[in-house]
């Protein structure tokens, strides 16, 4: 069964590749997500900070029955304090292992974000210990296809553009879901970068995405090269 594992900083992280996720999950893959913390810092509406995290969940869950993830796995550390340790990085890959990942999508790691950053090196730090021979009992070591990084506030020259056109009315959708999070700003923002992404390829919308600098993709196994 072919499996991707979406690594999240925040419930509504995977926003930014929902199309490429539902594109995939159509063609049979199964889609896993994990998401790194409850996300206590980000409200759009001052009155929601006292329950905030309950409200993300609740979103997040609403949001995820429409994208059809499989799994979801929500570690809930306090985004105030999230830094790469001991712990995280060997729960993240207990997950990676029992996942089994073909395709593995994180933050990107020239985001602004202080957790979209730190969830880069707490993923990449795990992806790279779940590949090797070590660390056994959190289960067999794993050789993902490809490990993908995806934009949003800060976009560069990206490796791979995805045409989401067909997907964009799920997007639209779960920007409605999405409410506690994104103001009409946030939303022009997702909407604009994707319609920019489209017209480099000559579609409506597209997703973006640059390839992970230590994880290589293996062209010779997509390609069905060995
Ligand atoms: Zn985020």
Redesign the pocket.
């Known amino acids: 069964m072919n499996t991707v594992l979406f690594i999240?900083?925040?419930?509504?992280?995977h926003m930014?590749g929902a199309g490429f996720l539902n594109k995939l999950r159509k063609k049979g893959y199964e889609l896993f997500e994990v998401v790194l913390t409850g996300?206590s810092g980000?409200y759009a509406n001052p009155e929601d900070k006292d329950k905030i995290v309950d409200i993300r969940e609740k979103e997040f869950s609403e949001a995820s029955n429409l994208i059809g993830m499989k799994k979801t796995y929500l570690l809930n550390y306090d985004e105030h304090c999230l830094l790469m340790n001991k712990d995280n990085v060997e729960a993240l890959v207990k997950i990676i292992r029992e996942v089994n990942p073909n395709i593995i999508i994180i933050?990107n790691r020239d985001?602004y974000?202080e957790?979209?950053l730190e969830?880069n090196r707490i993923a990449t730090k795990s992806i790279r210990t779940a590949m090797k021979e070590r660390k056994l009992e959190f289960g067999k070591p794993v050789s993902p296809l490809m490990v993908l990084e995806w934009e949003?506030s800060v976009p560069k020259q990206p490796d791979l553009i995805v045409d989401i056109t067909d997907e964009w009315p799920l997007k639209e959708k779960l920007l409605e879901v999405y409410k506690s999070q994104l103001n009409d700003v946030e939303v022009q923002k997702t909407k604009s970068l994707n319609q920019y992404r489209g017209a480099m390829i000559g579609v409506k919308y597209a997703e973006a995405f640059k390839t992970n600098r230590f994880l290589p993709l293996r062209i010779d196994k997509i390609l069905g090269l060995i």
């Open positions: 999240s900083g925040h419930p509504d992280d930014t996300g980000g933050p985001d974000h957790t979209h969830t949003h």
